[in-house]
């Protein structure tokens, strides 16, 4: 007999990880690509306490990014540790 | 029942051919679509791939020995057909004539389903239509055939659709999405071991049972060590030698690819496999992989989707199972001849796989060839303005 609800619950569980995975990747790079701040460029490296990484681009938008990345990093060690089957 | 130890060797070489068959078919699966992007360069890819394929096939221990997997009736008590080596030896080499076959044409097929199309066709002529559970052919190759491009397609086209959404600031930019390329290789790198833990059980299961069969090992002993080795090392090879025909068609035959296109379609290509494995749906990678490319095409504006190579592949598909099939009855007719007719196959198995291969030489297709036009701009590791002044002055002076 078919699973018709196994198949819609693949279809359910694929784009629910999917699109959280593109929307944390889609993030992470539009992060990235924050644009300079006006006058960033020039001060950053005078400034101890400036806020502008070395790119012009806010230090906030760059570790946000990077936390991004990170949360990519683990879904991927998620799907290792379901392909193995000696880790379950 | 006495069983000639040639035919077990030969049934082990064949095995092994067809796991290597399934490497080199299904390296586009994982690695089409980076090489396509130049997330990767064609040689790498394939090594990547090869390697997550060969520690894959050592990490999984789960191995079936229902050659079938259930498709067939192999209790000759009930109707169904006893499983010989002989019987494997049709099937194995009817999924080999066929993954050939489709490769000559650059079609992306299931080796699975290959191999038990050449099975079915075997079980016919061994006991007759009765000895095949048509109810879970259908639940478990038609119905997977049809749902895998559909959910995969589908959540390809969303998640496209999102990543250009999310990063629609770098719309007008010549490479503003190209850091998508490092994203995609860690998704298709899942795709790859994922690859390597599912395919090499089912030629490690094939080789098992042909010996159980012949009273060489006990059925409780397990799978033999060089066993594991041999398959892992087999698929690794043909994942290595990449199936380059096929690997152009996924990259940029379907539709042409760009990265965040890529990383769509390759992630949505992992996920869909993990959640289907998981949840007790399997779907086939190779149309899993396909769907994918076609919804990413059809998720990025302007990009188009090339209908004719999708129905190509489509038929494919259709005909995978009872091309196999036909296949593999004639080759069981010709086992029923004993040593002689399996010799006879064989002859006529590699008379049939050789010209395949000359004429394949005649169009060789390479890596060059395997890269989507569109992306050519791009590169795969960035190289900063002064790096690159200094290498085009070099190139001036040479």
Known sequence: MIDWLGLLLVLGVSIGAALAIALLVGLGIRLLATPTRPGAIGEASDREDDEVNLNGRPLTATVLAWVCFAAFGALVGVGIWLVLPFWR | ??????????????????????????????????????????????????????????????????????????????????????????????????????????????????????LIGAAIVGAGVGAVHWGTVLDKVVIPALASPLVAGITAFLATRVVY?????????????GRFRIAQIFSSSLVALAHGTNDAQKTMGVITLALVSAGMIPREEGVPLWVIVSCALAIAIGTYTGGWRIIRTLGSGLTDVKPAQGFAAETSTAVTILA????????????????????SGLGRRGSTVRWGTAGRVAAGWVLTLPAAALVGAILALLALLGTVGVVLGTVAGALAIGAM?????????????????????????????????????????A
């Open chain 2, 276 to 295: 289907s494995s998981h949840l007790g749906f399997a779907l086939s990678t190779t149309q899993v992989a396909s769907g994918s490319v076609i919804g």
């Open chain 2, 1 to 118: 029942m006495t069983v000639d130890p040639w035919v077990v060797i030969l049934v082990v070489a064949l095995a092994l051919i067809f796991d290597f068959t399934n490497g080199f078919h299904d390296t586009a699966n994982a690695m089409a679509t980076p090489i396509a992007t130049r997330a990767l360069t064609p040689r790498t890819a394939v090594a990547l791939a090869a390697v997550l394929n060969l520690v894959g096939a050592f990490l999984s221990t789960e191995v079936a020995l229902t050659v079938s997997h259930g498709l067939i009736n192999e209790d000759p008590g009930t109707g169904g057909v006893a499983i010989t080596p002989a019987f494997v030896f049709a099937g194995v080499l009817a999924a080999i004539v066929w993954n050939i076959a489709t490769w000559l044409f650059g079609l992306p097929s299931s080796s699975s389903h290959a191999l038990f199309g050449g």
């Open chain 2, 357 to 397: 291969v000359l004429v394949a030489r005649r169009t060789s297709i390479g890596a060059e060839s395997t890269a989507s036009d569109v992306s050519v701009a791009g590169e795969a590791v960035a190289i900063k303005p002064r790096r690159r002044a200094r290498a085009a002055g070099r190139g001036r002076r």
């Open chain 2, 165 to 177: 959404w999310m990063t629609r600031r770098n719309d007008g930019h010549p490479n503003g999405r």
